[in-house]
């Protein structure tokens, strides 16, 4: 597998800061701020034409028509320029769960790790919760920020002093969000955990219907349900808890500082003539974007934590961008494969040891082992997913221990469980790739397909996990799969043991005496009939003594 451990999107230090910026463009990002800054000027706009009524109750200097035609035309900029800025927030809002979505699948795809914890319950509900808690949050402070800041240069051109009174007491309650943060960041972490489990356990209950009900367990399978929901809930209860206190706290602490004090400074300035009455009501109008956008960027910020621990498994993949894929391969040229006293231990615990295998170009070998013996393990090392512990692998000469990048050219692959898409059989064949029609029909015919293509054709939809087909149909499909590949050896995975015998045969003959190439069938026990079309039979648990 080849990354390129390269940001996609820029690096540098500003764009990196904030989510929305480093994953959206920064056109789309450069209009989004223009459209809000626009709609934070709205709130200084109401507040000056407050102050020009005020103070035109007092004195007849101004155009009472001439205000209010000047009201209803700013009120009108706003209304059409607010709708631009809700069209450019839901854009960038798409635009960045699309780009954090192709990158997770795209490590889901192509290399995935099962420490990393990028699975389903990622993909669904934690990156959901990435856009709610993260996205949106962003999105909001960036509104807050601009809004609060035209609104300190509007309050200072009036009244300095006014202004920096409001503008301490609106720090205050944020403060209190500020040192709850922590405990919630705390609180989701152990939220994800458990909804990750719960997410688990729900597709544990769905597969395990059947045998649930076979064997009158259903309450059992119920309760173990119950249990985790229980314990998802019970975290998420006690992270909005811990939100929902900061809130009320700030809240109540806010009205006391950031409005009472305020506006107990401001009557004595009016009083002793240092104000106008319309200067006044002008900053206690803006007053509330000192103090709301303060108390809100706090809150949005412990938002935002209980995305965190989502965010730092995203932050382990997020860097890497994987090399455009392949389309049909050119045949790579195989002439001989060995394997020398080949063994594997993991985890402490030896798997099988004493492997020998020689395999010549075109021959087709059977290897036969019990179940439990290691053969999954022995088809991962032969592809490159794992190193061996100890013995020399090595096809035409070149070692191949634990090399992916080479090892998994030189096979295709013929799986025991068919993954087959709920598509159209030309792209479960196909896998989206480009092939001509004429190659198409080549490949069908070599893998026993083309019958169904012809009284169904290559639109034909296979259905959820191919229950439109036989079994026999999608082991053919596999098979059509490998032969495109042009792969210079087939290996097959227990390839016929869900089959009928008769079906099984017919497999066989396939893949053994249809197609001219090299096979691996790794199986667990095949009929007389079977072994006889292979050219090397082993019996890995004996080799392995």
């Keep these: 597998m080849i990354y390129l451990f390269t940001n996609k999107v820029s690096n540098n230090i500003f764009w990196g800061k904030i989510m929305i910026l480093k994953y959206a463009s920064k056109t789309q990002v450069a209009l989004f701020f223009f459209f809000t800054t626009l709609k934070a000027l709205e709130a200084v706009f109401i507040a000056v034409m407050l102050q020009h009524f005020i103070s035109y109750s007092q004195s007849s200097t101004d155009s009472l028509l001439n205000l209010i035609l000047i009201s209803i035309a700013g009120s009108a900029f706003f209304a059409v320029t607010n709708i631009i800025f809700q069209k450019f927030r839901v854009g960038l809002i798409y635009e960045v769960n699309m780009n954090i979505k192709k ?9 995935k790790n099962d420490e990393v914890g990028i699975d389903a319950s990622f993909l669904t509900n934690d990156l959901k919760q990435v856009e709610a808690s993260r996205i949106e949050s962003e999105l909001t402070i960036v509104y807050y920020g601009i809004q609060f800041i035209v609104a300190i240069i509007a309050g200072f051109v009036s009244s300095p002093l006014l202004s920096v009174i409001f503008i301490v007491t609106s720090v205050i309650p944020g403060l209190i969000q500020y040192f709850v943060g922590p405990l919630i960041e705390k609180n989701a972490a152990s939220w994800e955990e458990k909804n990750s489990k719960y997410t688990e356990t729900v597709n544990e209950s769905l597969n395990l219907g059947f045998t649930a009900r076979l064997y009158n367990v259903e309450q059992s399978v119920v309760s173990r349900f119950v249990q985790a929901a229980e314990a998802m809930e019970f975290a998420l209860k006690r992270t909005n808890w811990t939100r929902g206190l900061a809130s ?3 809240e109540s602490v806010g009205y006391l500082v950031s409005f009472v004090i305020p506006m107990a400074a401001g009557v004595f300035m009016v009083r002793q003539g240092q104000i106008t009455l319309g200067t006044f009501m002008m900053i206690t109008q803006l007053s509330n974007n000192f103090i709301n956008p303060v108390i809100n960027i706090f809150a949005l910020r412990n938002n935002m934590k209980t995305s965190t621990p989502i965010l730092k498994k995203f932050d382990q993949i997020k860097d890497l961008v994987f090399a455009n894929d392949q389309q049909l391969e050119n045949e790579t040229e195989f002439t001989e494969l060995k394997m020398g006293n080949v063994g594997v231990v993991l985890n402490k615990h030896r798997i099988f040891q004493n492997v020998n295998l020689n395999l010549k170009s075109k021959q087709k070998l059977l290897l036969e082992a019990p179940s439990g013996w290691g053969k999954s393990t022995l088809l991962n090392v032969l592809v490159g997913n794992l190193d061996p512990s100890e013995g020399q ?12 990048p080479k090892a998994h050219q030189y096979y295709s692959f013929i799986q025991q469980n068919p993954s087959i898409l709920d598509d159209t059989l030309k792209y479960n064949v196909t896998l989206g790739r480009e092939i001509s029609d004429s190659e198409l029909d ?13 009284e169904k054709g290559w639109d034909y939809a296979v259905g959820k996990n191919g229950k439109n087909l036989s079994g026999g149909q999608n082991q053919r499909v596999e098979i059509a799969r490998a032969i495109m590949s042009k792969r210079p050896i087939m290996i097959a995975d227990e390839a016929s043991s869900a089959l009928d015998q008769n079906m099984s045969l017919q497999i066989h003959k396939t893949i053994l005496e249809d ?21 090397q039979v082993i019996e890995l648990d004996k080799q392995n003594n």
């Excluded at 997770?104 to 290399?111: D, L, M, P, Q, R």
């Excluded at 692998?393 to 992916?404: A, F, K, V």
């Excluded at 080549?442 to 012809?454: F, M, N, W």
């Excluded at 069938?521 to 006889?532: G, I, P, R, S």
């Design 442 to 454: 080549e490949v069908a015919k070599k893998a026993g397909l083309d019958e169904l293509v012809v």
């Design 393 to 404: 692998y090595d096809i035409d000469g070149q070692e191949l221990n634990g090399d992916w």
């Design 515 to 535: 197609l001219d190439g090299t096979v691996i069938e790794v199986a667990h026990k095949l009929n007389d009939a079977e072994k006889e079309m292979f050219d």
């Design 103 to 111: 990158i997770a699948v795209n490590y889901v795809v192509h290399e």
């Design 248 to 250: 009320e706290l700030t």
